[in-house]
């Protein structure tokens, strides 16, 4: 058997790609936005404000009248045309019939929706004298970050909370422990292949709760030698941890820096479309672990057939030579935080479904949540203190970034251009079928995700644009919502301006480009999957999106 050449590791570390900041990309789009005021005509669409109720499906049973389904289910009606037929949710019931799944009108907002066919274009010689106009523009590009700051001030504060209480959950330990047990208690057992997909599923859903990214960091450090000592190699190990967190992350159902955000800035209910969404993560994590399996049994059965064999040969080597223990099972503890934290979540679901809580309640119950696995893990009032700041310290960039985009849409509203940009995006689309707009849609975001690689910022800078296009091209802005998560979640995988992707591959020696070449057909096998689950939220079963 021929002899393998092991070459020196730090030769296989990648070179990360030197990108500027996302601050400074947003900067210089604010500066553009400023420079286009200039240049592109003015005009602007008559806006309405519609009401938009949450719709509660009920099944209308033997002798129910509107007083018992009041009583039972609340609702903001007042007569039978005012609930609606679940096949049907924009005509109106006749007559309650016994069996019949009907939708009920439930709070809800009213918010403000672009009339198609109004675009109105400003006469050159009603515009202000190209001197003026540059004046305003220079002011505007200034003011920007600090509008931004006012305009986005509820989501801004709820990014800071959510990182503060995450900080000081995370900070626990419990549910870093908890993962690093199930997962290697489940490697060195019986049921070997049962690994890949716990692992991949536990990061998947942490993933889709509460947008695990940057920890993962840490996390391959476990995975990718449990991956060896089963027979696997480094690309399997860093697959179950960190591609099984970016797949959950575009699959979210309550993730609140991706969804929350989307969510608030389109002006829908919080966790709206989370049953569409279960669905979604489920078919997406099961296609992230049938791939890792697949490619798992092909290097047990040969070794030698993966790109990272030579970095392999060298950390199996250090395994032997080192025993790695199981760490202890967690303590009663450890579990109850692990309880708490997790079961806010379901609590949180059940708040929006039953009490139309929205993203301040959703704060203040993961602030509350917070508190009480501090406590449980017999932290101080000072250490809890501590945690939480430096949770909220990690958000910082994030809510610069949201103020600045929203200081983007700001610019351009103030020099009456968003609606020409809006008209011009929206003239094309409508040509095209609605599913052709949204893949469309999924598209740009993609683009923008290599430029922006923070998915709160992505949310901030393009739903504010992407929530008005949807209603002109008649498509929900749920489905802009499913674009977004699509196209900013799944290009994570790849994008080498993600600082987390290049730390996970720096610590695993892994260079990106061999990571690219190894994973390009599951990236192209989701954006697929992406496409038609736009395809099926337009065209699937009237109201199965709310």
Not at 336 to 364: N, P, Q, T
Not at 406 to 424: F, H, K
Not at 458 to 464: F, N, V
Request: glycine share 10%.
């Amino acid at each position: 058997m021929p002899t393998e050449t092991t070459p020196d590791p730090s030769a296989a570390e990648p070179k990360p790609v030197r990108a500027p900041s996302a601050l400074v990309i947003l900067m210089g789009v604010v500066v553009l936005a400023g420079l286009a005021t200039l240049v592109l005509p003015q005009g602007s669409y008559e806006r309405v404000e519609k009401r938009f109720p949450n719709l509660v499906p009920y099944t209308v049973a033997e002798g129910d009248t509107l007083d018992t389904i009041k009583a039972t289910m609340g609702g903001d009606f007042e007569a039978v045309g005012d609930l609606r037929p679940a096949s049907d949710p924009a005509a109106a019931l006749d007559a309650l019939r016994p069996g019949e799944r009907i939708l009920i009108p439930r709070g809800g907002l009213t918010r403000s929706a672009v009339v198609p066919d109004t675009y109105d274009r400003i006469p050159a010689d009603q515009r202000a004298s190209l001197s003026q106009q540059a004046g305003r523009s220079a002011a505007n590009i200034t003011l920007a970050p600090i509008r931004g700051f006012t305009e986005r001030a509820q989501i801004i504060g709820f990014v800071l909370i959510i990182g503060g209480a995450f900080g000081l959950i995370l900070a626990t330990g419990a549910i870093d422990d908890g993962l690093r047990w199930v997962v290697l208690v489940l490697g060195n057992g019986p049921a070997k292949w049962a690994v890949i997909p716990v692992s991949f599923t536990l990061f998947s859903l942490g993933g889709a709760v509460f947008g695990m990214g940057e920890s993962t960091i840490a996390f391959v450090l476990i995975t990718v030698p449990l991956a060896l000592r089963l027979g696997y190699d480094t690309l399997t190990g860093i697959a179950m941890c960190y591609m099984a967190s970016q797949v959950g992350f575009a699959g979210a159902f309550f993730n609140p820096f991706t969804v929350g955000i989307a969510q608030s800035i389109a002006e829908l209910p919080y966790l709206s479309g989370s049953g569409f969404r279960y669905v979604m993560w489920a078919v997406v994590t099961l296609a992230g672990i049938a791939f890792v399996m697949w490619w798992a049994r092909r290097v047990e059965r040969d070794p030698g057939r993966s790109p990272t064999f030579a970095i392999d040969q060298v950390l199996r080597a250090k395994l032997a030579a080192v025993e790695v223990g199981i760490p202890p099972r967690p303590t009663l503890m450890q579990g109850l935080v692990i309880a708490v934290a997790f079961g806010s979540v379901f609590v949180s679901g059940f708040g929006v479904a039953r009490w139309d809580w929205y993203i301040d309640e959703m704060a203040a119950l993961f602030f509350v949540c917070a508190l009480i696995c501090g406590v449980l893990s017999g932290f101080g009032t000072r250490r809890m203190a501590d945690e939480f700041v430096k949770g909220t310290g990690i958000m910082i960039e994030p809510c610069l970034i949201i103020a600045v985009s929203a200081g983007i849409v700001m610019v351009l509203q103030e020099g009456r251009v968003l609606d020409t940009i809006l008209y011009g995006l929206a003239t094309p689309l409508e040509q095209v079928s609605p599913e052709l707009g949204a893949i469309a849609l999924m598209g740009v975001q993609a683009v923008l995700n290599f430029f922006v690689p923070s998915g709160s910022g992505q949310a901030a800078m393009t739903m504010p644009i992407v929530t008005p296009l949807c209603d002109l091209i008649g498509l929900e802005r749920q489905v802009g919502v499913l674009a977004f998560q699509y196209g900013d979640g799944f290009g994570n995988v790849v994008i080498p301006t993600s600082a987390t992707l290049m730390g996970v591959l720096g610590v695993s020696r892994v260079p990106w480009t061999v990571w690219v070449r190894w994973v390009w057909p599951l990236v192209l096998v989701l954006h697929l999957l992406g496409a038609l689950f736009l395809v099926a939220a337009i065209n699937g079963p009237d109201g199965w999106m709310r």
